[in-house]
């Protein structure tokens, strides 16, 4: 039998005074009520009540459990309305992990709209780029981009990632566009490289897939800076479309070589488990499904704009 059934039980019979007008408050029969308050009386080993054919009191310890309990009960009965909440209300804190180049595209101002739609809901952001073990961790959701080998956790796709080469228009003055991508080999490359990799991008011709291996003019362990150096006419760089959408859209980049590109990288929200979530979790990634599509949407406006 469940501790706070007998408990509540105990604080009838307590407040009553009566086994039989506890039970009939209870809609129970006085011999259950009885079978559980002599129930919570062998799993503390001290008796709770003095009994008579006439009158039920409380012995020290009962008024010791008494005393003690009702604090105890008023904070499930607070935390039980609580965890209701959470489980149909959007509220609370939720940990969400994303790469850092979705810092640098709408993301921010996606999440702001949703924390601002569902103001119960605080957020814990935690930008990295490496694999994150979500139960280990304590995280709700993880944005990754490209595939999701872990095949414990719940995948949603929520949009394509269409990469692009880019360079400043001054830049291909300069330097000429490429018409394949091997003409890279003669150009300055801005190149993310991971510990323990070797420079390459990838690149699709007559459907078959090919890795051009590069000698790059600047590498670095993270994307953040390698916008801003290409916007100083220093070098290609090869990135997520809606990374450099604002850019695209003003001219101030210039995007070449887009037949050869390989266009198979998702954007995915993984999760730990399919029942029993939040109703912040759930309406976070309804959200992110819905809002994400918008976006590549706007980048194929802004793709249509280019042509």
């Known amino acids: 039998m469940d501790s706070l059934e007998l408990i509540q039980t105990f604080r009838e019979v307590a407040q009553r005074g009566s086994f039989s007008a506890a039970a009939r408050a ?11 308050v002599a129930a919570l009386e062998t799993r503390f080993g001290v008796r709770l009540f003095n009994r008579t054919t006439r009158k039920v009191s409380l012995t020290d310890a009962g008024h010791l459990l008494l005393q003690r309990s009702g604090p105890m009960l008023e904070l499930v009965q607070i935390t039980t309305g609580e965890l209701h909440d959470r489980a149909t209300t959007p509220s609370g804190r939720l940990t969400l992990t994303v790469p850092h180049p979705l810092l640098q595209t709408q993301l921010p101002t996606l999440l702001a ?14 930008a990295t780029d490496r694999v994150v073990d979500l139960a280990e961790e304590g995280v709700d959701i993880a944005l990754r981009v490209g595939p999701v080998p872990n095949a414990n956790l719940i995948v949603r796709r929520l949009m394509p990632i269409e990469r692009v080469i880019v360079a400043t228009p001054a830049y291909w003055a300069k330097y000429g566009e490429p018409k394949h991508p091997r003409d890279l080999s003669t150009h ?7 510990s323990g990799e070797v420079p390459n991008w990838a690149f699709i011709d007559n459907g078959k897939r090919f890795d051009l291996p590069l000698d790059p003019h600047v590498e670095s362990s993270s994307l953040a800076p390698m916008v801003t150096l290409a916007m100083h006419d220093l070098g290609v760089i090869y990135i997520a479309r809606l990374t450099v959408a604002e850019q695209l859209e003003k001219g101030q980049l210039k995007p070449v070589l887009e037949r050869f590109i390989p266009q198979d990288v998702w954007l995915y929200a993984a999760y730990a488990q399919r029942r029993n979530n939040s109703a912040a979790l759930t309406a976070l990634l309804a959200y992110l499904e819905q809002e994400f599509p918008r976006q590549e949407t706007k980048l194929g406006a802004v793709a249509a704009k280019e042509c």
């Open 26 to 36: 209870l809609d129970m029969s006085p011999a259950n009520v009885s079978k559980y």
């Open 113 to 126: 709209r949703f924390l601002v739609r569902h103001p119960a809901v605080s957020l814990d952001l935690r």
């Open 188 to 194: 300055q490359t801005l190149t993310v490289v991971r």
